[in-house]
């Protein structure tokens, strides 16, 4: 293993908690995610970020305004932006369930022209490019989300790019836990 592959921050020992740590977790187990896996496991290294992040991901996650094939598809946008192979690894087979199209998913993750979208889905990919590359999105593109959303909608949207960009800079720096699968931005 070279150093640039060698995790730098360990997922924490689940038998080994603080009692801070074993209070946020039970908060996670007792919820929709069921366990604390993947960059859970390195956040619980500060259990007050974990608790708040968990919690802002659960809503996105199962609670949001977006339809799931929008959301995976906001999720699958940020993951190949910042190049964070485990939530594009977890991801993308929750997108394929939630509709996402196999064309879709494929030419998402090789970096160029998205295909296979339908329209809802293209204005979700325009909106999540522009506001990770630009940092913004221009007044066509709002639009264009705003009249497929609504408000509630273009703010859980610009929420879940935010959080998984959050996630994907976490699990980027720890480099833990790294998916056992080849990643699929090379």
Known sequence: ?????????????MKA???????????????????????????????????????LGAYLRFESALPANLRELAILVTARHWRQDYEWQVHSAIARDAGL????????????????????????LAFC??????????????????????TAGVIDLCSVCGYYAMLAMVMNVARNPLPATPSPFD
């Open 129 to 150: 490019r522009q506001l990770h590359e630009t940092g913004g999105v221009d007044d066509a593109t709002f639009a264009a989300a705003s009249a497929l959303l609504g």
């Open 101 to 124: 199209s196999e064309l879709a998913i494929g030419s998402l993750a090789a970096g160029g022209e998205v295909l296979g979208l339908s329209a809802e889905e293209s204005v979700v």
């Open 17 to 55: 908690l603080t009692p801070e740590q074993q209070v946020a977790a039970k908060a996670v187990q007792a919820g929709p995610r069921g366990a604390v896996r993947g960059p859970f496991a390195v956040l619980l290294n500060s259990p007050g970020a974990f608790a708040a992040a968990q919690g």
């Open 1 to 13: 293993m070279s150093q640039a592959d060698k995790p730098r921050i360990d997922a924490v020992d």
